[in-house]
């Protein structure tokens, strides 16, 4: 079996009145500790009242990763100078490649504005590697029902394909380096088992509840750190549970970043932000 190298808990990062934990980077684990996942923001769960004003996340840029935003709970609206727009409801997923350069919003919608609601929100940073930094952008927006759904161990777990392939479901979303994602949501004793070459990265992150890992418990607000010594990786939920999981070939390059940039080089950073405050991200429309 895969050996578990570090359990890092997330830290408590709040924006404004938005509750966040911050799983990946903290104290603990370094922005390139999980090559190729960068960043992770767990948003929520809370409670917005109506008549409330949404989510924080107004226009800013990147350039140089992909952001892959899970909504669990409420909507998202997004907006982007690549002419992408979409509103995604709870269960689906947007996945933007910034690569060379955008501008994007990240709001919650009119109606739940107006109505309020739950909301719970995962956003993930997954990085690009220096050959496609500067790849054109693009953006796809899936709802709930876009997402394939593989069930196992007799309905006790459900994992949702979301890039890459689970034995015969295909995911509609090929990623350009390969990198495998999904939720995977249990029901107290589901057990799911899966076989990473030794040589990937996996991400495991305990959204809700606990399960055992390989043997040993980990619970909500837990990011699972592996050494690269094994393929076998066994899952059993104590309680009912959700996980975001993944797997990926690391790049194994240097990692610069600074604020909404990702990029190999300071001189690369430094080109970034010039390229930005020069219009080159596209302008921005209200």
């Excluded at 578990?4 to 830290?11: F, G, L, M, P, T």
């Excluded at 960068?38 to 990147?62: E, I």
């Excluded at 994007?104 to 909301?119: C, I």
């Amino acid at each position: 079996m895969r050996s578990i190298k570090k359990i890092h808990k997330a830290i408590s990062a709040p924006i404004g009145n938005l509750i966040t934990y911050r799983a990946l980077p903290t104290p603990s684990i370094d922005i390139d500790g999980l090559d190729p996942f960068l960043f992770l923001n767990h948003h929520g769960p809370q409670k917005y009242p109506a008549r409330n004003s949404g989510l924080p996340f107004g226009p800013h840029p990147h350039r140089g990763f992909e952001t892959v935003t899970f909504i669990l709970e409420g909507d998202i609206m997004h907006q982007d100078t690549g002419g992408h727009q979409s509103t995604i409801k709870a269960g689906g997923i947007q996945w933007m490649t910034a690569g060379r350069g955008l501008v994007h919003a990240e709001v919650s919608s009119e109606a739940f504005k107006a109505n309020g609601g739950d909301m719970e929100i995962l956003q993930l940073w997954v990085n690009l590697p220096a050959r496609y930094k500067m790849t054109e952008p693009n953006y796809i927006g899936l709802q709930k029902e876009d997402i394939p759904e593989v069930t196992l161990d007799e309905g006790k777990v459900t994992l949702n394909v979301i890039s890459g392939r689970w034995q015969d479901v295909q995911a509609p979303i090929s990623s350009l380096t390969d990198i495998k994602l999904s939720t995977v949501y249990f029901k107290a004793g589901g057990k799911f088992n899966a076989q990473i070459p030794a040589e990937h990265t996996i991400f495991l992150y305990v959204v809700r509840g606990e399960i055992s890992v390989n043997n040993q418990s980990v619970t909500k607000l837990n990011l699972v750190e592996f050494n690269p010594d094994g393929e076998d990786l066994h899952l059993e939920a104590t309680t009912d549970s959700v996980i975001l999981f993944g797997h990926a070939q690391p790049y194994n390059e240097p990692v610069v970043a600074y604020g909404p940039f990702v990029m190999n080089s300071e001189k690369e950073i430094q080109e970034a932000y010039q390229d930005y405050q020069q219009g080159k991200f596209g302008v921005w429309q209200d």
